[in-house]
């Protein structure tokens, strides 16, 4: 427990940064970049904005806005401190941060590392790494479950399932793994994997 305190403590995205991000919007997009790769091709710097803005849906040119860094784990288990694109919208002038969806918001596990935890592959380096953090992804999971099958309901394209036990055979059958599936959570339904965040919410009139 010490040491997941530690992993937590030092890796997850303290308070005062979380409420910082809470006035910021984040896209997850479909990354071409392994973690390392990210960070070799400095991917950041390549990413290039949507031509609409995410949060007013006017057709705008984003401009660059800083930038963050924060940790992702990759699925050998090394630590990777990524520097995160952000924009910002001339009109509504809220910003926008590009997240690569090997990575989960704020957490330091990606999607692929709890799908390996939950499928029971616990000699892989990344699960074997952070055991203790799968675990408490997973008790998280399942306390969100009944608020993330009320918001997606049938909308994956299959019946939701009537209790949190059935949770993950439907997210496994709904989509190709939960990295492609929390994407689509975000992007369809603006609900995290293991979370409702404000910063997947487009600001209200
Ligand atoms: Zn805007």
């Given at each position: 427990m010490k040491e997941l305190r530690w992993v937590r403590s030092n890796f997850e995205l303290p308070v005062w940064a979380r409420v910082r991000e809470t006035l910021a919007m984040q896209r997850i997009y479909r990354s071409p970049w392994t973690a390392e790769e990210y960070e070799k091709q400095e991917a950041d710097k390549q990413i290039i904005p949507e031509?609409?803005?995410?949060?007013?849906?006017?057709?705008v040119k984003l401009h660059r806005h800083h930038r963050y860094q924060r940790w992702v784990a990759d699925l050998l288990g090394k630590l990777f401190y990524l520097w995160i694109a952000r924009f910002l919208c001339p009109l509504c002038w809220r910003t926008v941060s590009y997240l690569p969806d090997f990575a989960l918001t704020y957490r330091v596990l990606g999607p692929e590392t709890l799908q390996r935890y939950l499928e029971g592959k616990l000699e892989q380096p990344d699960v074997r790494t952070f055991l203790d953090l799968c675990a408490s992804y997973e008790r998280r999971l399942q306390r969100f479950a009944p608020e993330l099958i009320q918001t997606v309901g049938a909308g994956l394209g299959i019946p939701p399932p009537r209790s949190v036990r059935g949770l993950w055979p439907w997210l496994k059958k709904a989509g190709k793994g939960l990295r492609p599936l929390t994407r689509r959570l975000v992007t369809d339904f603006k609900i995290g994997l293991l979370k409702r965040y404000r910063c997947h919410q487009p600001a209200g009139p």
């Open positions: 031509s609409t803005c995410a949060n007013c849906h006017q057709a």
